[in-house]
């Protein structure tokens, strides 16, 4: 995609600061850390009333379609309007931007309404592709529900224009409310309406939150000059460059999102249970994701778009590899955390209520499949941020598709053998290859990664794991098992987890880690400079 100069006469936007970025980042990963431990309360709610049940596996079908389309849409239109939003804002024509926005935002009301409409009408026949093992009453069951988080399919949608708008401005304060937003209303519904309307309670509750989702991100659009207005214009020269953007990211987010279609399909299979089981290992795995990659991901996706319209190349590469460090630096200890106390950690957040002790085991006997693809899971969130940011869409669409397909034949030939494991190994397989082929994406379009600098970089942060890893296989050792109330619980993995901790920033400060200093620095831009409250990325909490 070609870019433009700015033009005489207009005010250009500076880039923001070093430490302004720095203090967006801790802030992303503070406001995602609040949304986050609220998802996790939400999960352990959801346990503790539906455990692993047939009510709870029906419910995570019938979010398929939502959720698949929450990920096509939210995120695409987030990719593909950053860049060209940030680039008119970055050229002072704040003016065409709006009517650019609204114009989008008019008619994705009018293409999604038809949308869900034909959604309900014909849900009883396309919902049993999701569904295959189910029988006849549950398939029922699952139509219903399905029905009724159609509608928030627009909002889904609508949310990521606004998000992209707030985005490209470099303001994130309404955005990073809205993973609080629909986490408490889930929360809210299936505590209030457990009793009367049952698995519904969390269908209506999960509703209202993700209409709550764009609800939150209205007033500042309002608030905003020219702002948004109620029309449509779809002759403005930058839609090219939109529908270059838009339809191969389309293309790509549906090829992700199709990964979670075929999980849900393989699994309706197995026996009752392996669903919800499958959806609580990945939802732990998402814990780091969400929490730190989503948020250097989302402070530096429109930073990286602007460094490419400035066609600074050496600040472009330097903002990628801090990116890429920071990620491996979070992500690799966590794979480890994950797998040797994979049992403690789905104990002590689940096992209650209906969540008995054979739950646990079923869920914790996933966890490690699902962990070991956390590393290739942060680091593609990063790299395709990275690749559209240069506006480059047809190679990471072609890699997404490659992916779901490489996903699909290991499914199907794990399933017989392995089952739900066979499944999540299949994910993390995928997502690895995936991330191997971004990597060298990225490398050509920045024209130089300095792969062995992060290749290094990652080796200290693997070794600094690894004798975490020993240290915390040795105190399972010597501690014998775990005494089975729930404050003993939580007393056990807290120290597992401190220690855990302080074995790898030791270790990893004698290697003398990059990382640590990074880390160290941001946090002390962020405490000496103040900057505005951050966005961060959320997903629905149907998924």
Same mark, same amino acid.
């Given at each position: 995609m ?6 005489p006469?207009?005010k250009?936007?500076p880039?923001?600061t ?8 801790m802030?992303?990963a503070?406001a995602?850390?609040?949304s986050?431990?609220?998802g996790?309360a939400?999960e352990v &709610?959801?346990?503790?009333y539906?455990g692993t049940? #047939?009510?709870?596996?029906?419910f ?5 379609i939502?959720t698949?389309?929450?990920?096509v ?5 987030v990719?593909a309007l950053v860049?060209?939003f940030s680039?008119?804002v ?8 709006? =009517? ?7 008619t994705l ?6 949308g869900?409409v034909?959604g ?6 396309y919902?049993?592709?999701v ?13 219903h529900?399905t029905?009724?988080m159609?509608? @928030?399919?627009?909002c %889904?949608s ?6 992209a708008?707030l ?8 955005p990073a409310?809205?993973?609080?937003a629909?986490?408490f209303a889930? /929360?809210?519904?299936v505590?209030? #309406?457990h009793?009367?309307?049952g698995?519904f309670?969390?269908?209506?509750? %999960? ?10 991100q ?6 905003a ?6 029309? /449509?214009d779809?002759?403005?020269? @930058?839609?090219?460059?939109?529908y270059e ?5 389309i ?12 999980d849900?399909?393989?699994a309706?299979q197995?026996s009752p ?7 609580y290992? %990945?939802?732990?795995?998402g814990f ?7 948020a250097?991901a989302t ?6 778009? =602007?460094?490419f319209a400035r ?5 472009? =590469?330097?903002?990628i590899?801090?990116? &890429? ?14 797998i040797i !106390?994979a =049992?403690?950690?789905v104990a ?5 209520g209906?969540?008995?002790? %054979?739950?646990t085991d079923?869920?914790?006997g ?16 990063? !790299?395709t941020?990275c ?6 869409t047809? #190679?990471p ?7 779901v397909?490489?996903?699909?034949a290991?499914? &199907?030939?794990w399933l017989?053998?392995?089952g739900a494991?066979g499944l999540l ?7 690895t ?5 971004m990597m060298?994406?990225?490398?050509h379009?920045?024209k130089?990664?300095?792969?062995r600098?992060v290749?290094?970089a990652?080796l200290?942060?693997?070794?600094a ?9 040795w105190i399972?050792?010597i ?5 089975p109330?729930?404050f003993a619980r939580i007393?056990?993995l807290?120290g597992q987890?401190?220690i855990?901790a ?10 003398r880690?990059p990382?640590v200093?990074?880390a160290t620095?941001?946090l002390l831009d ?8 951050p966005s961060?990325?959320t997903?629905p909490p &149907?998924?």
């Amino acid at each position: 995609m070609a870019l433009t100069s700015p033009q005489p006469g207009r005010k250009v936007i500076p880039l923001p600061t070093r430490r302004q970025v720095a203090g967006s980042t801790m802030l992303v990963a503070a406001a995602t850390l609040a949304s986050t431990m609220m998802g996790f309360a939400r999960e352990v &709610i959801n346990a503790r009333y539906f455990g692993t049940s #047939w009510e709870m596996d029906t419910f995570l079908a019938a979010a398929v379609i939502p959720t698949i389309l929450f990920g096509v849409f939210n995120g695409a239109l987030v990719n593909a309007l950053v860049p060209v939003f940030s680039e008119l804002v970055q050229r002072g024509e704040e003016e065409r931007a709006w =009517r650019v926005a609204s114009t989008v935002i008019n008619t994705l009301v009018i293409v999604l309404g038809i949308g869900v409409v034909l959604g309900w009408i014909l849900a009883p026949l396309y919902v049993p592709f999701v569904a295959k093992g189910f029988p006849a009453p549950q398939m029922g069951v699952c139509v219903h529900m399905t029905r009724i988080m159609l509608p @928030t399919i627009m909002c %889904t949608s609508l949310a990521g224009v606004l998000s992209a708008i707030l985005y490209s401005h470099h303001r994130f304060k309404a955005p990073a409310v809205q993973g609080i937003a629909i986490n408490f209303a889930t /929360i809210g519904g299936v505590l209030l #309406w457990h009793g009367h309307f049952g698995i519904f309670a969390l269908v209506f509750g %999960t509703a209202i939150g993700l209409a709550l989702q764009l609800a939150v991100q209205i007033p500042p659009l309002l608030r905003a000059k020219p702002g948004y207005r109620l029309f /449509i214009d779809l002759s403005d020269p @930058t839609f090219k460059k939109i529908y270059e953007l838009l339809g191969p990211i389309i293309i790509g987010s549906a090829a992700g999102q199709m990964a979670l279609f075929f999980d849900r399909y393989f699994a309706s299979q197995l026996s009752p249970g392996y669903i919800s089981g499958m959806n609580y290992a %990945t939802k732990l795995v998402g814990f780091p994701q969400q929490i730190f990659a989503a948020a250097i991901a989302t402070v530096i996706f429109p930073l990286l778009s =602007r460094q490419f319209a400035r066609k600074d190349s050496e600040t472009l =590469r330097e903002t990628i590899l801090t990116g &890429i460090r920071m990620v491996n630096f979070i992500s690799v200890p966590a794979v480890v955390a994950l797998i040797i !106390l994979a =049992r403690p950690i789905v104990a002590t957040l689940f096992e209650r209520g209906a969540f008995k002790s %054979t739950a646990t085991d079923l869920t914790a006997g996933l966890l490690p499949f699902a962990a070991v693809g956390l590393v290739a899971l942060c680091a593609n969130i990063v !790299l395709t941020r990275c690749a559209f940011a240069c506006c480059e869409t047809r #190679w990471p669409v072609a890699f997404a598709v490659g992916s779901v397909l490489l996903n699909v034949a290991l499914s &199907i030939t794990w399933l017989p053998s392995l089952g739900a494991r066979g499944l999540l190994l299949a994910n993390s397989v995928s997502q690895t290859v995936q991330m191997i082929a971004m990597m060298l994406l990225v490398r050509h379009l920045v024209k130089g990664l300095r792969i062995r600098r992060v290749s290094l970089a990652m080796l200290r942060v693997l070794g600094a794991a690894l004798v975490m890893g020993a240290t915390l296989l040795w105190i399972q050792h010597i501690s014998g098992p775990i005494a089975p109330g729930l404050f003993a619980r939580i007393e056990y993995l807290v120290g597992q987890l401190a220690i855990g901790a302080f074995a790898f920033l030791a270790v990893a400060g004698m290697l003398r880690a990059p990382e640590v200093q990074l880390a160290t620095k941001l946090l002390l831009d962020k405490l000496h400079v103040g900057t505005p409250s951050p966005s961060e990325s959320t997903s629905p909490p &149907i998924g």
